[in-house]
């Protein structure tokens, strides 16, 4: 007998689950909540279900609280980015578009494409993530707030400012928890050191990928630049559409992270000015040098991690 596959459509507050099994469909309804999790489990025991293939898209906050709680019990857990089954609805000329009628499509996805089991990160990865994110949202607001002051009246200037001046303290409070944390732990102390041996990548850039990106679980450079979606796509059809830009299908934090170190390591990194200066010689546009830029300079981070020595322009 195939294996039961559990489908999960996944909301803020409630989770619609399509169970698969003996030629069968079931459907239920759980709140998204822990209550909820032990609730489905007791669904699956109730049914003699020990083991599932569960299969939910990769919808951030969401998603991971009942993908952790499914994995800790022994279930098989495929966390999959929204694109591919939005692709395989297409490609199924599927036309209803309820929460049920997803948990259905999810789980009919996983019982014919079969995707890769997900693993939870680390504990202390999950831990820098939540800092390295916070940071983001205080900046976001930061930023806000600077930009209402210039265009506010008089007036609220004071109030402005005391929030600006809360919000600065809290950005130094959560980089301080950074490093606190980062030193804690001695394999990403130097990872973080090794990181930071590269022209380009700073504090903040290195911190982010720690992050983001668990380096030990890619086996190439290229897997690695596939998972941050910095990898390039072509698009061509016929004499009218030619063009090569960044698949964007992976980690949009990345991207967004590695941007302006790109940008430093073209002028301050021979490596990378090098590999610039080639492809400006070949007529590649501004945008596209700098998108390539960052796809080798994630691959010069894999290489001095994965070998445990510091950037040397010489070895590359």
Known sequence: ????????????????????????????????????????????????????????????????????????????????????????????????????????????????????????????????????????????????????????PREVHPSIKRIIKTLKTEIENVQRLIKEHIDDHPDMERQNKLLR????????????????????RFDSARSLAAQAGVTPGKDQSGSSLDRTRLSKLGNGRIRK???????VAIKRNQIIKNFASRLSQKGKSPMQVICASMRKLLHIAFGVIKHNRPFDPNLA
């Not at 903040?204 to 380096?215: D, I, N, R, V, Y």
């Not at 992270?257 to 940008?263: D, E, G, N, Q, S």
């Open 1 to 152: 007998m195939s294996e039961p596959i559990l489908g999960l459509d996944v909301a803020k507050k409630k989770m619609d689950v399509a169970l698969v099994f003996d030629e069968k469909t079931l459907k239920h309804k759980f709140d998204n909540s822990p209550n909820g999790f032990r609730l489905l489990q007791g669904w699956l025991t109730s049914l003699r279900i020990e083991r599932v293939h569960a299969c939910l898209e990769a919808t951030g906050i969401y998603g991971e609280p009942v993908a952790e709680f499914l994995h800790e019990r022994g279930h098989r857990v495929s966390v999959v980015n929204p694109l591919r089954i939005k692709g395989y609805a297409k490609s199924e000329l599927r036309r209803n578009k309820t929460d049920p009628a997803d948990a259905r499509l999810i789980a009919d996805f996983c019982r014919v494409k079969n995707p890769k089991e997900w693993h939870p990160l680390p504990a202390e990865m999950k831990h820098l993530q939540a800092l390295t994110r916070r940071i983001e949202s205080l900046e976001r607001m930061l930023l806000a707030e600077q930009n209402r002051l210039e265009a506010a």
């Open 197 to 216: 041996t590269i022209p380009g990548i700073g504090p903040k850039t290195a911190q982010l990928l720690l992050g983001e990106l668990e380096f030990s």
């Open 257 to 263: 992270a590695l941007y302006f170190p790109a940008m």
